[in-house]
T-cell receptor
C-alpha cells in the first residue's frame, strides 16, 4: 500500500512569506502528527490531528498552524517565515492506540 | 520534557553488540524506537507498551522498565545496515503526543 506522501519535497522561501505543506497519510490512518527536524534540536513535535481535531500542540509560536481534512489529509502552515524556520518538516501517520508511526519523506524548507 | 538518550554516539565494528538507553522523567504509557538513515525518514522499529514486556525481531530487541521509566534498545551482532541515528519516543497515558529523545548516532565499521 502507498506510504505517507508529503509535498512538496523541497521549498525555498523568503523571510516574511508564508508556506503551506501537505501530508497524505496511509489509507485508513486517521492520526497525523507533524515534526520539525533540525540538526541541533532533533525531532520537535509540532501538532497531532485525529478526525479533523487538533489533539495536541507542541511548543511552537502561533505562526505554526495546521489542519486536517475529512479524508485525513493534513496541511501545516507557517506564516511570516523566519530564517530559523529552515528545517526538514516530517509528518507521520498511525492507527490509534499503541501502533507505530509511519513517516513521510519530509519537506525540506529553506528560508533565505 | 523530552526523553534523554545515551550515549549520544557509538562506533562499533561489524559483529559487536550495542545498547542504547532512553530515560524519561515523566510516566510513559509507551516507548517507540525508530532508526533514521542519513537523508531518509525515520523508520519504526518497535513499540513497547506499559507492562514491561521485552520485544524484538531479528537481532534487535528492546525492554521497558516502568519503575525506572527507562527503555533500552539492544543490537546484537551488529551489521553494516544497522548504521544510522536511533530515536526513542515516549508517549504518556492518554496523550497522543510522541516526544522524541535527541537521538543516538550509531556507526558500524567493517
Amino acid at each position: 500500500k502507498a506510504g505517507v506522501t508529503q509535498t512538496p519535497r523541497y521549498l525555498i522561501k523568503t523571510r516574511g512569506q508564508q508556506v503551506t505543506l501537505s501530508c497524505s497519510p496511509i489509507s485508513g490512518h486517521r492520526s497525523v502528527s507533524w515534526y520539525q527536524q533540525t540538526p541541533g534540536q532533533g525531532l520537535q513535535f509540532l501538532f497531532e490531528y485525529f478526525s479533523e481535531t487538533q489533539r495536541n500542540k507542541g511548543n511552537f509560536p502561533g505562526r505554526f498552524s495546521g489542519r486536517q481534512f475529512s479524508n485525513s489529509r493534513s496541511e501545516m502552515n507557517v506564516s511570516t517565515l523566519e530564517l530559523g524556520d529552515s528545517a526538514l518538516y516530517l509528518c507521520a501517520s498511525s492507527l490509534p492506540g499503541g501502533f507505530g508511526y509511519t513517516f513521510g519523506s519530509g519537506t525540506r524548507l529553506t528560508v533565505v | 520534557q523530552q526523553p534523554v538518550q545515551s550515549p549520544q554516539a557509538v562506533i562499533l565494528r561489524e559483529g559487536e553488540d550495542a545498547v542504547i538507553n532512553c530515560s524519561s522523567s515523566k510516566a510513559l504509557y509507551s516507548v517507540h524506537w525508530y532508526r533514521q538513515k542519513h537523508g531518509e525518514a525515520p523508520v519504526f522499529l518497535m513499540i513497547l507498551l506499559k507492562g514491561g514486556e521485552q520485544k524484538g525481531h531479528d537481532k534487535i530487541s528492546a525492554s521497558f522498565n516502568e519503575k525506572k521509566q527507562q527503555s533500552s534498545l539492544y543490537l546484537t551482532a551488529s551489521q553494516l545496515s544497522y548504521s544510522g541515528t536511533y530515536f526513542c519516543g515516549g508517549m504518556g497515558q492518554g496523550a497522543q503526543k510522541l516526544v522524541f529523545g535527541q537521538g543516538t548516532r550509531l556507526t558500524i565499521n567493517p
